[in-house]
């Protein structure tokens, strides 16, 4: 079996460093989008009552803003902002569903205005992330209705 050649080795190694450049650089804009979600969510529960009932649905006006206002559904307008016109624009889940197995279909670039809308609703505190029933389950599930079991369960039961 012959040994490959320089020119191989050589995209190989282009494809293992863009790769994992691509890695680092989308886990950065993960871990940034959540800690921003974080951050809204404890400044929204430490605030006074009018601020809590007010801002949420500020936040909620805002989404819809987004997602209504600059988003659009029809054709020519910037390929960023333009939604099938069947979809619902705050339903990720069915685009990953429907997506499924055939990912080079899914609409990433749909990305950048869902996530300016995850985050005018849940860093306003109008919902909570997916990711609190997550802390709760992964402090072993107690303490949420009786005395918490751990520290660990106790700081997610706060949240």
Excluded: H, N
Aim: aromatic letters at 6%.
């Amino acid at each position: 079996m012959p040994l490959p050649s320089r020119a191989s080795w050589s995209r190989f190694g282009t494809a293992v460093l863009g790769a994992s450049l691509g890695g680092v650089v989308g886990g950065l804009v993960v871990v940034g989008v959540i800690l921003v979600l974080k951050a809204g969510i404890d400044f929204a529960g430490a605030q006074d009552t009018w601020y809590v009932v007010v801002v949420p649905l500020l936040g909620l006006a805002l989404t819809v803003l987004v997602l209504q206002g600059i988003g659009t559904d029809k054709p020519g307008r910037a390929w960023w902002r333009t939604f099938p016109s069947s979809a619902i624009r705050a339903d990720i889940s069915g685009d990953v569903v429907d997506c499924a197995g055939e990912e080079e279909r899914f609409p990433w670039r749909l990305a950048p205005i869902r996530t300016l809308a995850i985050i005018a609703t849940v860093a306003s505190g109008g919902a909570w992330p997916p990711t609190a029933p997550s802390r709760i389950a992964a402090a072993g599930g107690a303490g949420c209705c009786g005395p918490p079991a751990s520290p660990a369960a106790r700081r997610a039961c706060r949240r």
